[in-house]
């Protein structure tokens, strides 16, 4: 009971108020009687001095007389007074009286009383002192009196005591209190929840219980909100725990979670069903290890669950699991790191995507046609076989079918296919099977050929490989046969890499066909260098043009009759500044390979025009051929172009002769032969040159117009010993005179060959027994030195 009184708010309140005044109240009840003793003693004295006032004119008498009754009458009076203890009256002559009260009635003094002293002056002479007087206060008295003074103010003080604390109790009970009795008893009562507001207590709205009232409201609307998101949070988390209790439980996905040693703390139904484990128990007694499954490759599992946990990554890839009802299952296997050394996977069974992704590869490096690999197929061999192979020595063969393109574009694809579904065939009868053989091109195989270290061997197998390919087959109902050309190159002699290799047996086979085909070549490192050169030299080519290294050397061609020169032939040269002068042979055909050929034809226009214009300024009759290469026509020296220069230089056309090569005319382009009627009818005169090589036909002299025939110098340099020369020389020039066609003969060597022609009635002629080609400035002397010789017409 007295604990609860202490602890309710009133208890302690009235509690305190009452010590609190209590205390206060006894220190002014200290001061004040204090006080009051001082004052009691003070009036005494002040009471007992005007005692003495009333009996000094009395004593003064006595004294001046020595009257010692009087003294005694006066010190009985004052004696009866109860304040006073003793009197002694003395004069100047001796004690006169000298009274005392009965101490022994009176109590132990408080005070220490003093003596209070008179001196008693002559009643005639003020300065004369006849006597003194001394009263002694009576302290018990005085003693009794502050006594009763401190009694009083006691009480007093007490009732204001009492009367204060419960004033002070009332007020704290009425203002402090009773509210927060009353706002506690509503706070009980009160539900925020429901949207109730706390009122404050009546009379107290606008002072603190006010204040605090609506802190109250406003900290339980604040905390009721709280309350509602909080409610809102764990409503939706408790959804979330069984939509994904759910998903875990009935997805088709396996999923697992396990620790770092690849331990599950549990696992789905459909994991068991991908992987054979047993169906999950809800209680999850012991954990099951992952590693436990068959997988192909469970040290590629635990490094990366390893991975997953240190990288703090997912991780995810394919994984074999050796099953006993199918032959083998792929799972993907995708783990994500969860914290605590754990890691959560998601299992899916990808086995058909596998399956497809493998055959797509396996089509993907396989030729469909022949069943062999393909050039892919071809490289993941060597990346995944040779490369790998130490200390191997092996030979790589490339075998290129000849005539296949014709025979493909004359009896259509499906007879191809089936050629080189034969072919395919051939080589694969021919070679172990060890070896290995792939389609890396149209009609290009590639071979490999193990333990082959030096040329001897492979002579025999690519002998028998030529033999086979080149035998009789049938297609489509006709009888025919390929040839074949094999490029060889050996490992690790000749190169390691596959395209180096590559490179070299594509060197070989091009050295084996431009060798007439037909036979093998094995690559060496003069073909390398070869091809080196020739790369060195296009580059140069290049710049050629632009520093101005080519040269036009002159080669005057003569009337044979009068023997007077007529006109020359313009000859590129190549000032090369360290290989010197080369001939046109060594770089035209890399001229028109690279397209070079355009610019270098342009130049060979434009300084021929000029030497023509030079000559005719300076009043020689002299006309100039130029060589044109097919490759220039028709848009490379376009007719329009060909004018424009002549006519920039101003030189007539038919001073200008363009000689082309009866290559140009086979197959009779219409873009040539339209260039071709398009240059004569400029005006400009078409040379056909080296006329009876290639496919020489004299028909062609009929059906392409040009101006003059230049019979090539192989005619001409055997013409004294081969009779048929001969007759072809004679034929053409039959053939142009009905033609009306002038004729020029190349290589005149000698002087008899020039009279033989002469007699066969040949216009002109050109070769070294009139002329070399000569640079320009020795040119002209050598015209006067010819012209010089010339024959006088009758
Ligand atoms: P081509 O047009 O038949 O030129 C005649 C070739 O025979 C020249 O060789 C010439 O020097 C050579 N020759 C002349 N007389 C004799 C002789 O009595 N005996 C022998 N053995 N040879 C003789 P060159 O100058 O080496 O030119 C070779 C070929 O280069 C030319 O044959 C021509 O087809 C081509 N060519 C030369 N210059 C040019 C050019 O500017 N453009 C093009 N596209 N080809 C050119
Ligand atoms: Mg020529
Ligand atoms: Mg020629």
């Known amino acids: 009971m007295r604990e609860l009184w202490q602890r309710s708010l009133l208890g302690r309140t009235v509690g305190n108020i009452i010590v609190i005044t209590l205390l206060v109240g006894g220190l002014i009840m200290l001061a004040m009687s204090i006080n009051v003793a001082r004052q009691t003693e003070a009036d005494a004295y002040r009471r007992l001095g005007e005692l003495l006032d009333t009996v000094e004119d009395t004593v003064r008498v006595a004294c001046f007389v020595g009257n010692e009754e009087l003294a005694m009458e006066v010190a009985r009076g004052l004696l009866r007074n109860s304040e006073v203890q003793a009197v002694d009256i003395r004069s100047d002559k001796g004690m006169l009286a000298h009274l005392e009260r009965n101490s022994a009635e009176g109590k132990q003094a408080v005070f220490g009383s003093q003596p209070i002293h008179r001196n008693i002056v002559s009643p005639f002479e003020n300065s004369t002192i006849v006597g003194n007087i001394a009263l002694q206060p009576d302290g018990a008295a005085i003693d009794s009196l502050v006594a009763q003074a401190r009694r009083q103010i006691a009480l007093q003080m007490l009732l204001l005591i009492v009367a204060v604390a419960i004033a002070l109790t009332l007020t704290v009970l009425r203002q402090v209190v009773k509210p927060i009795a009353e706002l506690s008893q509503r706070l009980n009562q009160l539900d925020p929840a429901g949207g109730e507001q706390?009122?404050?207590?009546?009379?107290?709205?606008h002072n603190a219980f006010g204040l605090l009232t609506r802190d109250i409201?406003?900290?339980s609307a604040r905390l009721?909100?709280?309350l509602e998101i909080e409610q809102r949070l764990h409503f939706r988390h408790e959804v979330d725990q069984r939509k994904y209790r759910d998903i875990f439980e009935n997805a088709e996905s396996g999923i697992f979670i396990a620790d770092a040693l690849g331990d599950m703390t549990s696992y789905n139904r459909s994991l068991a069903q991908l992987t054979g484990l047993p169906l999950p128990a809800a209680d999850h007694a012991a954990?099951?290890?992952?590693?436990?499954?068959?997988w192909t490759d469970t040290a590629h599992l635990r490094q990366m669950i390893e991975r997953c946990i240190e990288s703090n990554a997912a991780v995810a890839d394919d994984l074999a699991l050796l099953r006993s009802v199918t032959p083998q299952r792929w799972l993907n296997v995708a783990l994500t790191p969860i914290g605590g050394c754990m890691v959560q996977g998601i299992v899916s069974d990808v086995t058909s995507r596998r399956n497809a992704e493998l055959a797509a590869k396996r089509a993907a490096i396989t030729d469909q046609l022949t069943g062999l690999a393909n050039r892919q197929g071809f490289e993941e061999f060597w990346a995944n076989e040779i490369a790998k192979a130490q200390d191997q020595h092996f030979a790589l063969l490339l075998i290129d079918l000849e005539g296949f393109k014709q025979l493909n574009d004359a009896l259509g694809f499906p007879a191809g296919d089936r050629v080189l579904i034969g072919f395919a065939a051939r080589i694969f009868s021919c070679i172990k099977n060890t070896d290995w053989v792939a389609r890396v091109g149209g009609d290009e195989f590639a071979v490999v050929l193990p333990n082959i270290d030096e040329p001897g061997k492979l002579d025999s197998i690519c002998q028998r490989i030529l033999r086979v390919l080149g035998e009789r087959f049938s297609v489509s109902g006709q009888e025919t046969c390929l040839g074949a050309s094999i490029g060889a190159t050996l490992y690790p002699g000749d190169g390691t890499s596959l395209p180096a290799l590559l490179r070299n047996a594509e060197l070989a086979l091009n050295?084996?066909?431009h060798r007439g085909g037909q036979i093998w070549s094995l690559f060496n490192q003069d073909m390398r260098h070869a091809i080196e050169h020739r790369h060195n030299l296009a580059n140069d080519l290049r710049l050629a043009v632009q520093r101005g290294e080519l040269r036009l050397f002159y080669q005057p061609i003569v009337h044979l009759a009068s023997q007077r020169v007529v006109g020359a032939e313009a000859l590129i040269r190549w000032q090369h500044p360290t290989h010197g002068l080369v001939p046109p042979d060594n770089f035209i055909p890399l001229a028109e390979q690279t397209g070079l050929i355009n610019a270098i034809g342009l130049w060979c226009m434009e300084t021929a025009c000029q030497q023509l214009a030079d000559w005719q300024a300076a009043g020689l009759d002299l006309s100039l051929t130029v060589n044109v290469s097919a490759r220039q026509i028709p848009d490379g020296l376009s007719p329009a172009k060909v004018s424009e220069i002549a006519a920039r230089h101003g030189i007539a056309p038919q001073r200008l002769g363009l000689e082309i090569t009866e290559g140009l005319l086979i197959g009779e382009s219409h873009d040539a032969l339209r260039w071709l009627d398009a240059i004569r009818s400029a005006g400009f005169r078409v040379y056909l040159d080296d006329f009876g090589t290639g496919y020489s036909s004299l028909s062609y002299l009929k059906r392409f117009r040009v101006?003059?025939?230049?019979?090539?110098?192989?005619?001409?340099r055997?013409?004294?010993?081969?009779?048929?020369?001969?007759?072809?020389?004679?034929?053409?020039?039959?053939m142009a005179d009905a033609l009306q066609l002038s004729v020029v003969a190349e290589g005149i060597e000698t002087a008899e060959q020039r009279d033989l022609l002469r007699s066969l009635g040949c216009t002109y002629g050109q070769g070294y027994h009139f002329s070399r080609p000569l640079p320009i400035e020795q040119f002209l002397a050598q015209v006067a030195s010819i012209d010089g010789q010339a024959i006088p017409q009758a």
Do not use: W, Y
């Open 198 to 205: 706390l009122a404050a207590p009546p009379g107290h709205e």
């Open 217 to 219: 409201n406003a900290l």
């Open 224 to 226: 009721v909100s709280a």
């Open 287 to 294: 954990p099951r290890s992952l590693f436990a499954l068959p």
């Open 511 to 513: 050295d084996a066909r």
């Open 707 to 716: 101006d003059t025939v230049k019979i090539d110098k192989a005619f001409i």
């Open 718 to 734: 055997d013409m004294s010993q081969v009779a048929s020369d001969r007759v072809m020389i004679e034929a053409v020039i039959m």
